[in-house]
């Protein structure tokens, strides 16, 4: 009889029936839903089975499954949080199965990643999962053997009662255990009891994406599957006004042609949605290149959009028509520094600081717009049914987007099933799901399954950038050089990058933050380091030249500031931890032997910062030879709290480095009447694999704090380091992003 997805040969139904029956299910507060294709594989089963809800499964042949519940794309989650779960179940990590989790509101808590925040905010729950699945295991096995709890142990997934002899597997008791109720007032492990945590363990995944199996969103195929693409205004500013698709319709292998509204004109957006290039013209054919050849055959009139009012998080905002370009945006920035700013910070009296002073250092920075230029281009998968939608997408952020679907779509929140592929570079980009929308809606007019994809032109000219933003700080002196008054006003299109209460503030008698915007139709959202990545470029900089002035070393001059703000605070509001923020730049400067004669073909720049509740510090060692920036260097220290897995942390921490030096270099998007002067890599720079520093050294502060975070905080401080060591290998300053195209 030919099996469907219903039927099991006789074989499959003993092997799936032990499993039901023995398998171990474990609901913990927020505890996953996953399918078991893996271990079903392993035990050589045939059967289709419905989705499980559990975080930790294990099987009577002794298969330990654990689900990573935030979704991957570089980070290292995926071998990180399990590894939180198996330090308190007790396993061998190395013979577990790791399996991403699907989206599920229902049994996960906090599914984003981004911000730094994925272990932070897991660091009890799941450790809580691990020991609680462990504790169920011994009561099981102490009602089997009849012997008290205590006088079991475990290893490696297997229960041992010394006295008897006895063992079992973690298997052997998962029915028992699986009855039994969750145990509460759970004792976590003193960080000294570690054994698996703080040791470095390779990728989980590293295997799969050496061997090309698919992973990502591009990877995924389905039967019936049809090819989206759409066609977007070419300009910010711009909306469609009419169309002519007959001779694209008439391209071999399309399907159809038709407008979408992405947002209705009325939706509120949240945090996560953006609603530029709103109406597009989406083309539905069999294959990529058929879509993309159709696409050119498109007879589009463009109209100049009128300035909108849009309720973003519950705020009314304006969002202006024309067509905008770099250099009014350079121009309208510099005048807006002239005007006065909304005052965010002030402590003591700054303004007479400033008119009594001897002597003042006034110095204005200034960086571009940024593309993400991720690796892999923005793509997701959409079969809309019924009131249902069944995603498999490279996103960020599913809750959010789940939300803005399930309004668009006009169905409960619960039809909404993602399913999360492994992303391919993004730092910000993929938080923003406005393309699962875009895909939603063409499956539903298409009555088919569909890929949605973005050209590689489609992401830079059409993208979410990181806000062009300026900073103007002003130091005063005494006639002995002693820094008095600090100033520091800043803002950008559409967004200002001012933390008004970091690092000076807390550290100085007199000092002013103030900040400014100007709204824009270009779209804007999460870069690496939001706003940090900039505010600490142009702080660390100033700093640097300040300390020149005083006559003082880089980092003794930081570490002064510090031990004030440590001793004496100034304010109450003060965002960091001056000592946190003393280990790094002490460690940085240990471990990079400042202060040591320096090579007369390299010099050296210092940068530390504190964001994301973690802190960086970097010196750069690198050469400047014919126009070019030759990075011999980079010694980095860290602060994150409890470094998890130091393999993945090292990672993280080199690829911040590399990342910081070519945007810092290179990193630069322009536009003239709305649209972006760059569209494809040959035209907007990247950093390339021979101008990668020679030579990363990382360090991380030894700590029992719970971990605090780390993908971003490495990540501003390079951009400082590059600018001071450039100015001491140069003896000329930067003010302005990218530094690349200044040294010939």
Known sequence: MKKTDNTYSRRSFLKVSSLSGGGFMLGISWLATAKPEATLAALNVEATWQELTSYIKITPENVIKIFSPNPEFGQNVMTSMPMLIAEELDVDFKSIVVEQASYNPALFNRQFTGGSQSIRSAWKLLRTAGASARQMILTAASQAWNVPVSELTTSKGQVKHAASGKSGTYGSFATAASKL??????????NKGFRLLGTPQKNVEGPKIVHGQPLFGMDYKEAGMLIAMTERPPAFGMRLKSFDATAAKKMPGIVDVFTIQVYEPTQKLAMFDTRSFNEVIAVVGKTTWDVMNARKKLNVVWENAPDTKEIINNRETVVPGGLESTSKHYADMLAMDKKPGRVERKDGEPEKAFEVAKH??????????????????????????????????????PDFIAN?????????????????????????????????????????????????????????????????YQLTYRAAFDENKRLTAMHIKGGGIPESPLHANRFPAGALDNYMAESWSIPSNITIGAFRAPRSNFNAAAEQSFLDEVSEYMGKDPIAFRLELL??????????????????????????????????????????????????????????????????????????????????????????????????????????????DGRTDQKNFDTYRMIRHNEAPKKIDVHFVASETDPTGLGEPPFPPIFGAMANAIYKATGKRLYKQPFGNQLS
């Open 360 to 397: 003042v250092i006034e110095r204005t920075y200034t960086a571009p717009f940024l593309a993400h230029n991720i690796m892999e281009p923005t793509n997701t998968f959409a079969h809309f049914q019924g009131n249902k939608v069944r995603f498999v997408a490279p996103i960020q952020g």
């Open 563 to 672: 031990q004030r703000a440590k001793d004496n605070p100034v304010g109450k509001n003060n965002d960091y931890d001056a000592a946190r923020y003393m280990g790094v730049l002490e460690l940085v400067r240990d471990k990079s032997g400042w202060g040591k004669p320096e090579n007369a073909n390299k010099k050296r720049g210092v940068s530390a910062y504190f964001c994301h509740n973690s802190y960086a510090a970097q010196v750069i060692d690198l050469r400047v030879k014919d126009g070019q920036v030759i990075v011999d260097q980079v010694t980095s220290a860290v602060d994150c709290g409890v470094v998890v897995n130091p393999e993945g942390a090292k990672n993280m921490a080199e690829g911040a480095a590399i990342d910081g030096i070519g945007n810092a270099l290179f990193g630069n998007l322009s536009l003239t």
């Open 181 to 190: 109720p969750v145990p509460k007032d759970i004792v976590l492990k003193a």
């Open 404 to 468: 803005t679907i399930a309004t668009r779509l006009g169905i409960p929140k619960e039809n909404v099933e993602i399913q999360l592929a492994r992303m391919g570079g993004g730092f910000g980009r993929r938080a923003y799901g406005h393309y699962m929308v875009e895909a939603a809606l063409i499956s539903k007019q298409a009555n088919a399954p569909i890929k949605l994809v973005y050209s590689r032109e489609d992401d830079v000219s059409g993208g979410i950038y990181r806000p062009t």
